[in-house]
């Protein structure tokens, strides 16, 4: 059974930096692609970040290229968003999702996202 447990939301202050965690446990992330999507109320959920496990390639939605850093820790089965110069219009809830050997720009960008699992989703804050 595929399980993804993110932690690390909270309230931020505008401008500082905050990084979420993304835990896989019952599979390992060798062969799944990792995403970050963020949600606010009234819209769709929409791909923020995502990374592949065989390159490293990359893909970051414009609002957030720049800022945020996606990595993968395989050792720790452990997916993260380093979040940096955070802005009002970051907040949302954050989901961490999986999908088995796609591409970042098709996992990211597909609406409505196809995935294999979603995390429960942890609220992030911008606001002073």
């Known amino acids: 059974q595929l399980q993804l447990v993110e932690t690390g939301g909270g309230l931020v202050q505008p401008g500082e930096s905050h990084t979420l965690s993304c835990a896989a446990s019952?599979?390992?992330?060798?062969?799944?692609?990792i995403g970050w999507f963020r949600q606010v109320p009234g819209k769709e959920r929409e791909g923020v970040s995502c990374?592949?496990?065989?390159?490293?390639?990359?893909y970051y939605s414009s609002s957030v290229k720049g800022r945020f850093t996606i990595s993968l820790d395989k050792a720790k089965n452990t997916g993260y968003l380093q979040m940096k110069n955070l802005k009002p219009e970051d907040t949302g809830v954050y989901y961490c999702?999986?999908?088995?050997?796609?591409?970042?720009?098709?996992?990211?960008?597909?609406?409505?996202?196809?995935?294999?699992?979603w995390g429960q989703g942890t609220q992030v804050t911008v606001s002073s």
């Open positions: 990374i592949s496990p065989f390159d490293g390639t990359t």
């Open positions: 019952g599979f390992t992330l060798d062969y799944y692609a």
């Open positions: 999702a999986v999908e088995f050997i796609t591409t970042v720009q098709d996992m990211c960008t597909i609406q409505p996202p196809r995935v294999s699992s």
